[in-house]
């Protein structure tokens, strides 16, 4: 916004939570492991946060989503598996739910599927309302 003061600057970021801990993006193949085999059989958060911002106005503009993301109980070997195929190591969560992950979950509960994919679509349209700009 500061490089580009007349412009709408849109960025968003995503974290996932088991009980309260921040599950960071992996990384690795090892840390993706463990963090698939701590969330394997639980229900965790998936939080997806977007934010509008003009650096002329000052203006700011934001929202979050929250999924609540049931997967299945898995075993090591379908761990080891999903990632080798999906190579999840930049996601929050170690997965892909617009890849292969969608198999690793029984239930995905919040307001905004496109949130579980990294951008909630239908915040950000009601966020660039509050900026007078009409979608569609």
Do not use: N, W
């Not at 997806?48 to 993301?69: K, P, Y």
């Not at 579980?116 to 900026?131: D, N, W």
């Amino acid at each position: 916004a500061r490089l580009y003061p007349e412009a709408l600057v849109i960025g968003g970021d995503q974290i996932a939570a088991l009980g309260g801990a921040v599950l960071h993006k992996p990384g690795t193949a090892a840390r993706a492991e463990a963090q698939l085999a701590r969330l394997a059989g639980q229900t965790h958060q998936l939080y997806t946060a977007v934010v509008v911002a003009q650096g002329a106005s000052g203006r700011r503009a934001s929202a979050v989503d929250v999924h609540h993301m049931a997967m299945r109980p898995l075993s090591a070997e379908a761990i080891a598996r999903y990632v080798a195929r999906d190579a999840p190591l930049d996601c929050a969560g170690s997965y892909r739910v617009e890849s292969l992950g969608i198999a690793l979950f029984e239930r995905l509960a919040g307001d905004d599927f496109t949130a579980v994919v990294g951008l909630p679509l239908t915040r950000l349209v009601a966020l660039l309302a509050e900026f007078d700009v009409a979608v569609p």
